[in-house]
């Protein structure tokens, strides 16, 4: 999709009640400024948000080659690139979901990438470490444990779209580092 154009027919659809709210592919929309292509680029991590059935599984696994080139650095470079990730994607979905008119985008997959990054930094280096990172972070984005529910829930903008991942890879790093405890791993 060229970013410079109007979201798709769906791009309004909010992932949390499957209502729509006037968003979406609406004329009415202002143009976009340079900001506003930046946040959407942003927000869809790079095109993974317009993949048509599972957005956020594709934005997870959009995450896995930035992960690769710098989980050789450890595990408090995965952490520093998270909290950078979790930053930029507050502003950005924050943006492109005032600009559409929904609380959470279906289209926005920068919260995944967030989430599974705080998963991994608890995540040997190997593939099994990067598959259980990705298998357990999936799993608690979907069961949305305490307090990933209330995030979602009771925070607004960018805050409460990428929070709610953010606790789900809190959780995701919790198993990992037990597995990794108990010999599992």
Known sequence: MDVGAHPPADAGRDRRDGATSGGGASP???????????AHVLAVW???????KAPGLAGTLGAIPL?????SRGP??????GVCIT??????SGRVARRLGTKDPQMICIDEVAGV???WIAAPRSLVGLVAGVVLFRLFDQFK????????RRLSGGTGIVL???????????VLLAATAVGIL
């Not at 009415?28 to 930046?38: G, H, Y």
């Not at 408090?76 to 690139?81: C, F, G, N, S």
């Not at 930053?87 to 950005?92: D, P, V």
């Open 28 to 38: 009415s929309l202002p143009a976009r400024s340079a900001l506003d292509v930046l």
């Open 46 to 52: 790079f095109g993974c948000g317009h993949v048509p």
């Open 67 to 71: 992960y690769l080139i710098v989980r």
């Open 76 to 81: 408090i470079v995965v952490a520093a690139v």
């Open 87 to 92: 930053a930029i994607g507050i502003w950005a």
């Open 117 to 119: 990054f705080v998963t």
């Open 145 to 152: 444990p305490w307090p990933a529910r209330l995030a979602e």
């Open 164 to 174: 709610d991942d953010v606790f789900a890879g809190l959780w995701g790093a919790a």
